[in-house]
């Protein structure tokens, strides 16, 4: 089996199976206890966070504990919505957001709030100055995700933070759940207010996002409940999984300029191949993250594709795992001004450690056989 | 990068008069040792200043480090060139191209210190500035309140250029004042105090009172962190002693004076303290207290909880208001570290109604009528626990767990 969908999740390092293991066995004290057992397991929970902190270079705000990536983008955004409303209603995001920041914005807008979703250009990219058009005086907060998660185009997340320095009424929230392990983020000097993460994106284990907060800035929490988390979230923490994805963000950022390079190369063979193919069609413009090939095959069903590849051991994904399980077109695709059939079509392709040439190979050997085998079957990109 | 040096310019000590040399000397130690995770750098002095050259590190950091020491008024990070006219120019204009926010006005500001260069100040101010005005069309000179003023220094040696006079610490040089004991309670006020002794070049050795079970294990952490920070200050390490309170705490408690046991305890603490001071060679005692805070810091209480010892009582937060302490506490970042919810032995057994004017006598007798309580206080000096702690040293929270989980 050749497992091709990194960006769905990732094989934990054995290093982290270990920990988590270990951490669950040994403190299972509730870390808001008052006895010294209760104390250790809340130190591990700050150890933990001053090593997030130190690896994204943040020295003061805060890293926040949550259940997950989906988790860290609703808080911070119905977070800071809900605490800032008396600043403004209006809030900026790309056409091109996750489920999770797209559906929270939706559920905002029925509370009142005035969303604008800024078009992407046909590689699939924001541009700096339509941010700047769109802010008004009651903009409140502008959201755009680092590494997109269907077709991996990296946003100008710096100049968008370097844009909104100017405006200190406007919060910047970054979904970097693809990014962070991949492509270098620096929260503090970008001018980041909010940094979404999620650690079984980086070999961690799932259960745990991070959320940081820049200092000064406060957030309505979700659920009700305990104080934990300095108030932001409420309900006992996750503390084999905390220490556990410290040291998995830890290693993969270790290796992180490594792996690119080795994942770029890759990346570069397989778009190789699929130029050279008529059938299918590259998505998405460069500056891309290394470990995402996205590509469509219009006309041809992507589930159809997905399972033809599973014959030949190879896991591989349509458009995200949030959203593959409904038929539409991918919300994406279309944004980069695809037509419907294009944008049903896509195939996304994301590797990790564990690759290299041979399975790239073995991957081109199988689409070139599904491609023989489909094309008979393929259906008018006119319906 | 533009700037190579930092120029530091000395506060307090000037005045100094004939010990002059040796607060400079503490001083230079006392950079050397707090720059020495910046292993790049390198020193020199002139007449009242002394330079750190950069040679290619970035200056913020050093900046940063520099400013919070004790002894300096003011640091810039500066250009030099050579002193000769060409030079200086290139260099303001180097300095002005650098900066982040374009001004509207500026002015230059020449200083001659070296007699031999050929263009008197006045005039130098005219060849600098009519050079950058030429390259800038939007800028303007205004010379009452510019919103740059680029200061041009010509010494001997080289000419030094620079737009920041960033304000240090001022003060005196750590441990330029002598030795002395301060309580550290854990709470806002004594790290405040400690901050203002250390600056005013006193050496610190902190002396807490922890009173477990009534006391947390956290609450004596947290303590430790304080410590931690004020010897940032102090670009020196510093000694923590840890006085065990429980037995003498409890033993006050059952004199069945409950309205006294503030004054009680507070004298005991002196006493230990003094004790403490006596076998470390300090000559002083640092307490956080501010006049009419809380019941034992009344002018009567003060007066008999003081007469307790003969070491001269520092209280550099007495007139001050809380907020005023406040505003010093979030300022030297010890504030977020004191709010912490943690008991310190003081604010166990609080009375409902503790005394606020406590009679010298009936203390004096209750404590001449306690069986043991001299025997207790030396006990508690003895069993006191040293720690020594600096900026650097190893938090709980930095040894939790194991290395391999992380």
């Not at chain 1, 919505?81 to 209006?90: E, K, L, S």
Request: glycine content about 8%; hydrophobic content about 40%; charged content about 20%.
């Amino acid at each position: 089996m050749i497992y091709f969908d990194h960006c769905a999740s990732t094989p934990p390092y054995e290093e982290v199976i270990s920990t988590l293991a270990e951490v669950m066995r040994k403190h299972y004290a509730n870390p808001s206890s008052l006895h010294g057992e209760g104390a250790e397991a809340a130190k591990l929970i700050e150890r933990s966070r001053a090593l997030i902190a130190s690896q994204l270079g943040t020295g003061s705000g805060r890293w926040l504990f949550t259940s997950g990536g989906t988790e860290a983008n609703n808080l911070a955004l119905k977070g800071a919505a809900r605490q800032y409303r008396g600043r403004g209603d209006h809030i900026i995001a790309s056409s091109i957001e996750h489920a999770s920041v797209h559906d929270a914005l939706k559920q905002l807008e029925k509370e009142g709030f005035r969303v604008t979703y800024l078009p992407v250009n046909a590689a699939g990219h924001v541009a700096v100055d339509d941010v700047k058009a769109a802010l008004t005086k009651d903009t409140i907060l502008v959201t755009v995700m680092h590494v997109n998660n269907e077709i991996g185009t990296i946003q100008p997340i710096q100049e968008i933070g370097g844009l909104l320095r100017s405006y200190p009424q406007t919060l910047f929230h970054v979904d970097a759940v693809q990014s962070i392990g991949k492509v270098p983020i620096y929260p503090e000097r970008w001018g980041i207010d909010l940094v979404s993460g999620s650690a079984h994106k980086l070999r961690g284990p799932k259960g745990l996002g991070w959320l940081y907060v820049r200092d000064g800035v406060q957030l309505v929490p979700l659920a009700s409940g305990g104080s934990q988390e300095g108030g932001f979230r409420a309900g006992t923490e996750n503390v084999p999984a905390i220490v556990a994805g410290a040291k998995a963000l830890r290693m993969s950022m270790e290796r992180m300029e490594e792996r690119g390079r080795n994942m770029r190369r890759l990346g570069e063979k397989l778009r190789a191949f699929i130029r050279t193919r008529p059938e299918l069609r590259l998505n998405g413009g460069e500056p891309l993250a290394p470990h995402i090939v996205h590509f469509s095959y219009p006309g041809m069903k992507p589930e159809v594709i997905v399972h033809a590849l599973e014959q030949h051991g190879i896991m591989a994904s349509t458009k995200s795992a949030c959203s593959s399980k409904d038929n539409k077109p991918s919300r994406v695709l279309l944004a980069l001004g695809a037509d419907p059939a294009h944008a049903s079509g896509g195939i996304r392709v994301s590797f990790g450690d564990e690759h290299d040439e041979s399975h790239i190979d073995r991957l081109i050997n199988a689409l070139t056989s599904v491609i023989e085998k489909l094309k008979p079957l393929e259906r008018s990109s006119k319906f | 990068m533009i700037y190579d040096q930092i120029v530091l310019r000395y506060g307090d000590l000037l005045m100094k008069g004939r010990n002059r040399n040796q607060f400079e000397k503490k001083m230079q130690q006392q950079i050397k040792n707090a720059l020495r995770p910046y292993p790049g750098v390198s020193f020199w002095k002139s007449y009242g200043r002394l330079y750190v050259k950069l040679n290619g590190q970035p200056h913020e950091p050093i900046v940063d480090r520099l400013k919070d020491l004790f002894g300096l008024q003011s640091l810039s990070p500066v250009i030099s060139a050579e002193s000769e006219l060409e030079s200086i120019r290139a260099a303001a204009m180097s300095l002005m191209t650098s900066l982040k926010q374009p001004p509207k006005t500026f002015k230059v500001s020449v200083k001659r210190a070296w007699k031999g260069f050929p263009h008197q100040s006045q005039e130098m101010n005219h060849l600098v500035g009519a050079h950058i005005l030429r390259a800038f069309p939007d800028l303007s000179v205004d010379v009452r309140n510019p919103e740059v003023e680029l200061r041009v220094d010509i010494q001997e040696e080289a000419t030094y250029l620079f737009c920041e006079m960033i304000p240090a610490a001022g003060g005196f040089p750590f441990g330029s004042n002598g030795k002395a004991m301060l309580l550290l309670s854990g709470g806002i006020d004594s790290p405040v105090a400690g901050w203002m002794a250390l600056r005013k070049g006193l050496e610190l050795e902190a002396v807490h009172f922890h009173s477990y079970p009534f006391t947390s294990e956290q609450a004596k952490e947290k303590v430790i962190e304080l410590t931690k920070r004020l010897s940032y200050y102090s670009g020196a390490p510093i000694k923590l002693h840890l006085v065990p309170f429980t037995d003498i705490q409890t033993s006050l408690a059952q004199q069945g004076q409950d309205n006294l046991i503030i004054t009680l305890m507070r004298r005991a603490m002196l006493r230990i303290t003094e004790g403490l001071a006596l076998k470390n060679g300090a000559l002083g005692i640092v307490t956080g207290e501010s006049l009419g805070q809380v019941a034992s810091q009344t002018l009567p209480s003060m007066n008999v909880i003081g007469r307790t010892t003969d070491l001269p009582l520092l209280k550099p937060l007495i007139m001050m208001d809380k907020a005023e302490i406040i505003a010093i506490a979030e300022k030297i970042g010890t504030y977020a570290t004191s709010i912490l919810p943690y008991e310190d032995c003081c604010t166990l057994f609080l009375p409902k109604s503790p005394s606020t004017n406590p009679n010298l006598h009936i203390v004096e007798r209750i404590e001449a009528g306690h069986p043991n309580l001299t025997e207790m206080i030396e006990t508690a000096i003895a069993n006191t626990e040293q720690m020594i702690l600096s900026p650097n040293k190893a938090t709980t929270v930095q040894k939790a767990g194991e290395d391999s989980w992380f």
